[in-house]
């Protein structure tokens, strides 16, 4: 079980008019998401931390 998952329910009930998106990067099958032997590859993680950055930026500029 992921520490991400349940804190949403906390913060919806802290917030409730609040909107969440959850994203993250995995390896596909290879990561052994939330499972003992989880991992992850930096590279993969650099990328999705750009890429959400990069969207962030877009959208933020969209809003003007």
């Known amino acids: 079980s992921g520490g991400s998952i349940p804190l949403l329910g ?3 009930q802290v ?3 609040a909107e969440f998106v959850v994203w993250g990067a995995q390896e596909g099958e290879h990561s052994g998401a939330h ?3 989880e991992s992850q ?3 993969e993680l650099e990328r999705m931390i750009l890429a959400e950055a990069r ?3 877009l959208l933020g ?3 003007s």
């Open 61 to 63: 500029g969209r809003a």
């Open 41 to 43: 590859d930096l590279a």
């Open 35 to 37: 499972g003992p032997d």
């Open 10 to 12: 906390t913060l919806q």
């Open 55 to 57: 969207f962030l930026e």
């Open 15 to 17: 917030v409730p008019s």
